[in-house]
């Protein structure tokens, strides 16, 4: 080539790779995709990639491109995958995040960076705190363990025994469920915490058994109820009449049809069933099961799904700005109907507020499920509500 053709294909090229960091807006979707917390990551990618492909992958004249990071859950890899994300890839979002450890990890990079950290999976509730960049479509534990706490009180149960894992979310159920309990005129026996990591209940079940109480209140991460109830069965305790009760982590429709029968009965608090009856949720269901082998969605699914809804509804509002305060903005205070039934943003505490439902896990037509029977509204996180 001589060199007024390589002049202007360089410029071609210089102009064309110009357009395209105009057009497109990147998100870092970093989720845990091996390792103890894989099936998080799993439901929330496979929830993504349904949202984009109901819903197009460009939005007000933007190209959506999401980029996917394993960070096995381990936080110090979702911090310098965040900074790679920011620095190296200009990512104009970051997503996802599998455990509270991470998403605080992920904080101070949000807030240096001015990208909005949009949490769909994590659940303690300071995390929104860590950031005015982050924005939550997950939970938090106080929404579901305090309407548990509420429902345990008016259905004749005195004495209650905690069971959580040992950090943000679990010591938020604990608290929450605790208090609530002891203010309505319950009496806790005792609270028992087991590691995050590669947990062994045993030891924590043999002295639940021992206290004798009316029931064990259980939190432990999506992923980890199977193995949970499995050594529940082992020590017998399904038959020492002590009732289990617990936020719908434990009840996760992820692994919930492969815990046998001897969950059926169990009730628990929670945001999402794939059983909800609404029209919505039924397409949603139908949809991620035919897209993903026949995988049942859970509640970490709808927190992706709801995010990307998030995301296109913000970028809808600012015209497809991406800058991160406009967005942030945007966000807040957002509305919208979710699988779950109605959700929104607080404007205030840039948390989710959806209903929690009282559910008892039954069998529908063969397969295990969450039932829903009871609603309560419109739940704000009460942590956040009671600092108020
Ligand atoms: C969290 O780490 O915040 C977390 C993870 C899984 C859950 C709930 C909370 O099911």
Redesign the pocket.
């Known amino acids: 080539m001589r060199r007024r053709e390589l002049l202007i294909a360089a410029a071609v090229c210089t102009i064309s790779s110009a357009a395209f960091a105009q057009d497109t807006v990147k998100i870092g979707l970093i989720l845990p995709m091996t390792g103890q917390?894989a099936s998080?990551g799993k439901q929330i990618d496979a929830a993504v990639k349904l949202y984009m492909a109901q819903n197009g992958t460009s939005v007000a004249g933007k190209k959506i491109e999401v980029i996917l990071k394993d960070d096995t859950s381990v936080p110090d890899v979702t911090k310098r995958l965040a900074q790679e994300l920011v620095v190296n890839d200009k990512v104009a979002i970051l997503a996802g995040f599998?455990?509270?450890p991470s998403a605080m990890a992920t904080a101070p990079i949000a807030t240096q960076a001015k990208v909005p950290e949009v949490v769909m999976?994590?659940?303690?509730s300071s995390i929104t705190e860590a950031s005015p960049f982050i924005v939550r479509t997950s939970f938090t534990?106080a929404q579901s363990a305090v309407p548990m706490a509420e429902w345990a009180v008016k259905n004749g149960i005195k004495k209650v025994v905690t069971m959580v894992s040992d950090?943000?979310?679990g010591i938020d159920a604990e608290k929450s469920f605790s208090d609530k309990f002891k203010a309505d005129g319950g009496t806790i026996v005792e609270n028992l915490r087991v590691p995050l990591r590669s947990p062994d209940f045993a030891p924590v079940l043999q002295k639940a058994a021992d206290a004798k109480a009316d029931a064990l209140f259980v939190f432990v991460?999506?992923g980890s109820g199977a193995q949970f109830v499995k050594q529940f069965v082992e020590r017998g305790l399904d038959k020492s009449g002590m009732k289990l009760i617990a936020t719908g982590?434990v009840t996760d429709d992820d692994q919930l049809n492969g815990m046998g029968d001897v969950v059926v009965g169990v009730i628990n608090a929670h945001n999402y069933s794939a059983n909800h009856d609404s029209a919505l949720n039924k397409t949603y269901v139908e949809a991620f099961k035919k897209a993903n082998n026949g995988l049942r969605p859970n509640f970490m699914s709808v927190g992706g799904y709801d995010g990307m809804a998030l995301i296109y509804g913000a970028l809808k509002k600012t015209n497809g700005a991406a800058d991160g305060e406009k967005l942030v903005a945007a966000m807040k205070g957002m509305a919208w109907e979710s699988p779950r039934g109605p959700i929104s943003i607080d404007t205030d505490t840039r948390d989710i507020i959806q209903n929690i439902y009282i559910r008892k896990v039954d069998k529908v037509g063969g397969e295990l499920y969450n039932v829903e029977f009871a609603t309560i509204p419109n739940v704000k996180d009460p942590v956040k509500a009671a600092k108020k």
């Open positions: 917390q998080t599998g455990i509270t999976a994590a659940g303690t534990l950090y943000g979310p991460p999506s982590d």
